[in-house]
Protein backbone atom coordinates (compact mmCIF):
# COMPACT_ATOMS: atom_id res chain seq x y z
CA UNK A 1 0.00 0.00 0.00
CA UNK A 2 1.35 3.12 -1.36
CA UNK A 3 0.88 5.85 1.35
CA UNK A 4 1.76 9.81 0.48
CA UNK A 5 3.63 12.28 2.79
CA UNK A 6 3.09 15.95 2.23
CA UNK A 7 5.12 18.73 4.23
CA UNK A 8 5.78 22.49 3.45
CA UNK A 9 2.56 23.74 4.37
CA UNK A 10 2.41 26.70 6.23
CA UNK A 11 1.13 30.44 7.11
CA UNK A 12 2.24 32.82 4.80
CA UNK A 13 1.61 36.93 3.60
CA UNK A 14 -0.25 37.59 0.39
CA UNK A 15 2.21 37.81 -2.34
CA UNK A 16 4.44 35.45 -1.03
CA UNK A 17 5.71 31.77 -2.12
CA UNK A 18 6.07 28.22 -0.02
CA UNK A 19 6.72 25.10 -1.65
CA UNK A 20 5.19 21.72 -0.77
CA UNK A 21 6.66 18.32 -1.31
CA UNK A 22 5.20 14.91 -1.78
CA UNK A 23 7.18 11.43 -1.04
CA UNK A 24 5.26 7.81 -1.00
CA UNK A 25 6.65 5.11 1.39
CA UNK A 26 5.60 1.52 0.42
CA UNK A 27 6.63 1.77 -3.23
CA UNK A 28 8.30 4.38 -5.77
CA UNK A 29 5.38 6.34 -8.03
CA UNK A 30 8.40 7.12 -11.08
CA UNK A 31 5.35 5.29 -13.14
CA UNK A 32 2.91 7.28 -11.62
CA UNK A 33 0.82 10.80 -12.66
CA UNK A 34 1.09 12.75 -9.81
CA UNK A 35 -1.06 15.44 -8.97
CA UNK A 36 -1.61 18.10 -6.27
CA UNK A 37 -5.15 18.98 -5.12
CA UNK A 38 -6.77 21.32 -2.59
CA UNK A 39 -9.74 21.88 -0.58
CA UNK A 40 -11.14 25.12 1.39
CA UNK A 41 -13.63 24.30 4.12
CA UNK A 42 -17.52 24.31 2.68
CA UNK A 43 -15.69 23.35 -0.91
CA UNK A 44 -15.22 20.28 -2.70
CA UNK A 45 -11.64 19.57 -3.72
CA UNK A 46 -10.52 20.58 -6.43
CA UNK A 47 -7.68 20.28 -8.85
CA UNK A 48 -4.87 22.25 -8.81
CA UNK A 49 -1.70 21.02 -10.88
CA UNK A 50 -0.23 17.22 -12.28
CA UNK A 51 3.03 16.09 -13.96
CA UNK A 52 3.61 13.10 -16.06
CA UNK A 53 5.80 10.11 -15.02
CA UNK A 54 8.74 11.91 -17.21
CA UNK A 55 8.06 15.41 -16.70
CA UNK A 56 7.17 15.92 -19.89
CA UNK A 57 4.01 16.93 -19.90
CA UNK A 58 2.47 19.31 -16.85
CA UNK A 59 -0.97 20.63 -16.53
CA UNK A 60 -2.71 23.24 -14.52
CA UNK A 61 -5.84 24.31 -13.36
CA UNK A 62 -6.65 28.00 -14.58
CA UNK A 63 -6.51 29.49 -11.24
CA UNK A 64 -3.19 28.99 -10.23
CA UNK A 65 -1.05 28.74 -14.12
CA UNK A 66 1.69 31.24 -13.90
CA UNK A 67 1.89 31.38 -10.62
CA UNK A 68 2.35 27.44 -9.47
CA UNK A 69 4.74 25.06 -10.76
CA UNK A 70 4.58 21.52 -10.52
CA UNK A 71 7.97 19.15 -10.20
CA UNK A 72 9.49 15.81 -9.60
CA UNK A 73 12.49 13.94 -9.02
CA UNK A 74 12.21 10.49 -9.69
CA UNK A 75 15.28 9.98 -8.88
CA UNK A 76 14.64 10.95 -5.23
CA UNK A 77 11.04 9.61 -5.39
CA UNK A 78 9.58 13.19 -4.39
CA UNK A 79 7.04 15.75 -6.27
CA UNK A 80 7.02 19.49 -5.65
CA UNK A 81 4.55 22.19 -5.77
CA UNK A 82 5.99 25.47 -5.95
CA UNK A 83 3.25 27.97 -5.21
CA UNK A 84 4.66 31.80 -6.03
CA UNK A 85 2.47 35.17 -5.86
CA UNK A 86 0.21 33.13 -3.03
CA UNK A 87 -3.17 34.91 -2.99
CA UNK A 88 -5.84 34.71 0.45
CA UNK A 89 -7.70 32.17 -2.04
CA UNK A 90 -5.23 29.87 -2.12
CA UNK A 91 -5.98 29.11 1.21
CA UNK A 92 -6.86 25.43 1.67
CA UNK A 93 -5.89 22.10 2.10
CA UNK A 94 -3.55 20.50 -0.18
CA UNK A 95 -2.92 17.23 -0.88
CA UNK A 96 -0.28 15.00 -3.24
CA UNK A 97 -2.02 12.25 -5.28
CA UNK A 98 -1.15 9.74 -7.50
CA UNK A 99 -2.35 7.60 -10.35
CA UNK A 100 -1.51 4.94 -12.82
CA UNK A 101 -0.65 6.17 -15.99
CA UNK A 102 -2.47 4.52 -17.88
CA UNK A 103 -6.05 6.06 -16.62
CA UNK A 104 -7.05 9.53 -17.90
CA UNK A 105 -8.68 12.20 -16.26
CA UNK A 106 -7.85 14.97 -13.60
CA UNK A 107 -11.10 14.26 -10.88
CA UNK A 108 -9.77 13.22 -7.67
CA UNK A 109 -11.82 9.74 -8.29
CA UNK A 110 -9.42 8.86 -10.73
CA UNK A 111 -6.82 9.10 -8.36
CA UNK A 112 -5.70 5.94 -6.40
CA UNK A 113 -3.41 6.88 -3.54
CA UNK A 114 -3.56 10.48 -1.12
CA UNK A 115 -1.28 11.79 1.25
CA UNK A 116 -3.31 13.43 4.33
CA UNK A 117 -2.89 16.66 3.50
CA UNK A 118 -1.05 19.94 4.70
CA UNK A 119 -2.51 23.77 5.29
CA UNK A 120 -1.96 26.56 3.53
CA UNK A 121 -2.85 29.50 4.92
CA UNK A 122 -2.22 32.84 3.06
CA UNK A 123 -2.70 36.29 5.22
CA UNK A 124 -4.33 39.30 3.13
Known amino acids: QVQLVESGGGLVQAGGSLRLSCAPS????????MGWFRQAPGTEREFVAA????????IYASSVKGRFTISRDNAKNTGYLQMNSLKPEDTAVYYC?????????????????WGQGTQVTVSS
Open 97 to 113: AARSSSRPGYEPSKFDY
Open 51 to 58: INWSSSST
Open 26 to 33: GRTFSDYV
